[in-house]
């Protein structure tokens, strides 16, 4: 597979925006966190160590290439790559930051779509994830856990009867697994109950993870909502725990919509079209108000107020292409922050007019 | 507002996070938010390190043992449990076993109980998805036995025999 046709693409699976409930979610996530049994964690392991699990995981993904229904995919060695297209992958949310910082000894095996994606040596040796668009979360889980199978058939995992999949970090053992639904929520940070219903979340074993700007607003209105413990109960139940709790969050924010499309229609409307104006038009933009006008137009066509020019999978890819690494990418040379601002400006334009 | 973090720049990035109904706020320049991955929507909560960390020592306070603890070493890999008071972090396999007493209470605080009831990998899991088949089985047998469905717990009965066989 060709790993450039995925850096030069905004485009990711998990933006298609026929997903159920795809208002609300953007994407669910399962993440299973595996270590090979005879070589030490990635936190103590040495240079040697890391190309060792490198040689081991290279041969299992050869199986996962042949099997028709995962592969191809294709193994990139995180040190053979510019610092650019490291965090492009981290933009895309197929590596993580701590992954891209420090790329020796660390490979990522991706599938062509990105619905698969698998970080070697970073906190743990193997970190299986699945993306998918809208509220798939079994769907998520299946894909990884049919990876993890053909891992495992190669490679010998540490795994113990009684703790289950062993971990380099304890909030991890046990399943390994975290399950995450990324949502965007602007109708109840409107109407002041985005901390509310959070709150509810943590005392439900759940953890909620939000960017906030100034004035305690988060940025782009997005969260992702994950589960909390890894121990104890089975990968269904925690998805089904998972699932439940999400619902409701969905049903609320809907609620939440409502509510202010009823009762404050005009100063809503005046709000998306005014965002959706300076998008079309502006010539400088930072990536912080981006996203925050991203989040009322979103809001803006999920509700109808805008009804045509706009299609949600271009809204959804904006998501990457605003951010300061692709934009370097797709321009093809490093840029001053002002200089990222007027390309940023350039490219929304460029892509809400097509 | 200055940063937490450098105590230097002013802080522009505030992050919330809700964790089990506690509530911890970061104010952090963008330079260090940036360093810290915080800018990104992906990944770990952040307080992970710090909030384990916490956990694990409880404050450097009350935890039963931590005094003893602190000197453990796991054989295999090294790792101190000071260290990994202090980290969050394992170093292999083997520290599960070398730290275990201290664990098993560190665990039960983070996920409220010590025993996996998930996935059990099909090849090198053998053993254990044996014994948990034959743990389900006892239970079946006891409620047929409760019901009187003789004919049924004689099957059940064969099936268990079959699966200790292979535990040999
Ligand atoms: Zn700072
Ligand atoms: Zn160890």
């Known amino acids: 597979m060709n790993l450039d046709e995925v850096l030069y693409n905004s485009h990711t699976s998990w933006m298609d925006p026929s997903g159920p409930d795809s208002d609300v979610v953007l994407s669910a996530r399962v993440r299973l966190a595996r270590n090979l049994e005879d070589v030490v964690f990635p936190s103590r392991m040495e240079e040697e160590g890391a190309q060792r699990v490198l040689r081991m995981v290279e041969r299992a993904a050869e199986d996962l290439d042949r099997d028709p229904e995962l592969g191809p995919v294709g193994l990139f060695r995180l040190d053979d790559l510019s610092n650019l297209d490291r965090q492009v992958l981290v933009e895309k949310h197929l590596i993580s930051p701590h992954h891209a910082q420090q790329p020796r000894g660390r490979a990522v095996i991706l599938r062509q779509d990105e619905s698969l994606c698998i970080m070697v040596n970073e906190e743990d040796h193997l970190r299986i994830q699945s993306l998918t668009p809208g509220m798939q ?13 053909v891992l495992e058939g190669r490679l010998n995992y540490a795994f113990c009867q009684r703790r289950g999949y062993l ?24 109407v002041g109950q985005a901390r509310q219903v959070f709150s509810a979340l943590g005392k439900l074993g759940l953890a909620v993870r939000g960017l906030y700007g100034e004035g305690s607003e988060a940025h782009g209105n997005i969260f992702q909502v994950s589960n909390q413990t890894s121990l104890g109960p089975s ?16 049903a609320h924010e809907r609620n939440a919509r409502r509510a202010l499309l009823s009762q404050t229609r005009l100063q ?12 079309l038009n502006a010539r400088v933009m930072s990536s912080e108000e ?8 979103r809001l803006g066509v999920d509700l109808g107020i805008i009804t045509e020019g706009v299609p949600v999978e271009a809204l959804n890819e904006l998501l990457v292409a605003t951010r300061p690494g692709y934009i370097q990418k797709v321009v093809g040379r490093d ?3 002002a200089q990222r601002d007027a390309e940023r400006a350039a490219l929304i334009r460029h892509r809400l007019r097509r | 507002m200055v940063c937490q973090e450098c105590g230097k720049r002013p802080a522009t990035v505030h992050l919330t996070q809700i964790i089990n109904g506690q509530k911890r706020e970061l104010h952090l320049c963008e330079q260090c938010a940036r360093a810290r991955g915080e800018l990104g929507i992906m990944g770990e909560p952040f307080t992970i390190p710090t909030l384990l960390s916490s956990i694990i020592t409880d404050g450097g306070h009350t935890f039963p043992g931590a005094g003893q603890a602190a000197g453990l070493r796991c054989d295999r890999c090294g790792l101190t449990y000071a260290e990994f008071a202090r980290t969050g972090m394992l170093g292999c396999r083997h520290c599960y076993q070398a730290f275990e007493n201290q664990l098993d209470s560190v665990l039960r605080r983070l996920h409220g109980t010590i025993v996996h009831g998930g996935k059990v990998p099909s090849r090198t899991g053998e053993e254990a998805r044996v014994k948990r088949e034959l743990n389900r089985l006892q239970e079946e047998l006891a409620q047929v036995v409760i019901r009187e469905e003789y004919e049924k717990a004689a099957q059940i009965r064969d099936r268990i025999r079959e699966l200790e066989k292979k535990l040999q």
């Open chain 1, 137 to 149: 979360l079994d769907g998520a889980w299946r894909t990884a856990q049919a990876a993890d199978d």
């Open chain 1, 167 to 190: 971990t380099t970090c304890p909030t991890n053992v046990g399943t390994g697994m975290r399950g995450s639904v990324m949502m965007h929520l602007p109708g109840l940070a409107m």
């Open chain 1, 235 to 250: 990968e269904e139940e925690i998805l089904r725990n998972l699932k439940a709790v999400s619902t409701q969050v969905i």
């Open chain 1, 290 to 297: 981006a996203i925050k006008l991203w989040s009322d137009v």
């Open chain 1, 335 to 337: 840029l001053e922050p």
């Open chain 1, 268 to 279: 809503l409307e005046d709000r998306v079209w005014r965002a959706y104006g300076i998008l």
